[in-house]
């Protein structure tokens, strides 16, 4: 099946710092990315959708000047928390949308911790 | 936001034991798909049901879809101590949107 990679897997850092998340499909073109936000002994939540070349679109309640996406390319996203606060730790997953097959695929999740 | 809910939010059966998992949304949807989540890892996708389908089966899961009423079922049969594990439905329209999800313990 397709794959969907993120890196870094994990990352520590100290409050007010930003941190970039990437998302990448490693053998298909994706339209369409998804950022997911996981809290613990929580359900996904979607934060934002974003295709090639466009603006996010961010779910309500989601700040779209904290969490920056980028979308540079069909296959490769950012996700940069800005100034980030331990409140935004959380497991971040994105999702990749085949522009062929319109399946959707998830990468393995970046696990955020903020001091 | 989430689609739906899902119940019950904890299950706890012994190992042999079957686990019916439900699953309730609000949208009209193209697939609905199962996944398992262990504790601090990501995604295992289990299984895709299409609108059209109203029952489909993999090893032991078996899933059920209902779109009249909005729901789907996932039963695990003859469950082992290694499905402990989250289990999420989730609806997929133009983006995918999960349940809150069921904690399956299978104690052995």
């Known amino acids: 099946g397709a794959v969907v990679s993120q890196h870094p897997s994990w990352v520590i850092c100290k409050s007010g710092t930003s941190v970039k998340i990437e998302c990448r499909s490693l053998?298909?073109?994706?339209?369409?990315m998804f950022w997911y936000r996981q809290f613990p002994k929580q359900s996904l939540m979607l934060m934002a959708t974003s295709n090639e070349g466009s603006k996010a679109t961010y779910e309500q309640g989601v700040e779209k000047d904290k969490f920056l996406i980028n979308h540079a390319s069909l296959t490769l996203s950012t996700l940069t928390v800005t100034s980030a606060h331990p409140e935004d730790s959380s497991f971040y997953i994105c999702s990749a949308r085949s522009g062929i097959s319109d399946e959707q695929f998830f990468g393995p999740g970046t696990r955020l911790t903020v001091l | 936001s989430q689609q739906g809910e899902e119940d019950p939010q904890a299950l706890s059966i012994q190992e042999g034991e079957n686990a019916t998992m439900n699953c309730s949304y609000k949208?009209?949807?193209?697939?609905l798909q199962w996944y398992r989540q262990n504790s601090g890892r990501g995604l295992v996708h289990l299984i895709l049901i299409r609108s059209n389908e109203r029952e489909k089966h993999s090893g032991r899961l078996r899933v059920t879809l209902d779109t009249s009423k909005k729901s789907s079922s996932l039963l695990i049969t003859a469950s082992r101590a290694a499905d402990t594990a989250s289990y999420f439905c989730a609806t997929d329209a133009s983006d995918m949107r999960f349940g809150a999800g069921t904690r399956l313990t299978v104690k052995p």
């Open positions: 053998d298909f073109q994706a339209t369409t």
């Open positions: 949208t009209s949807i193209n697939n």
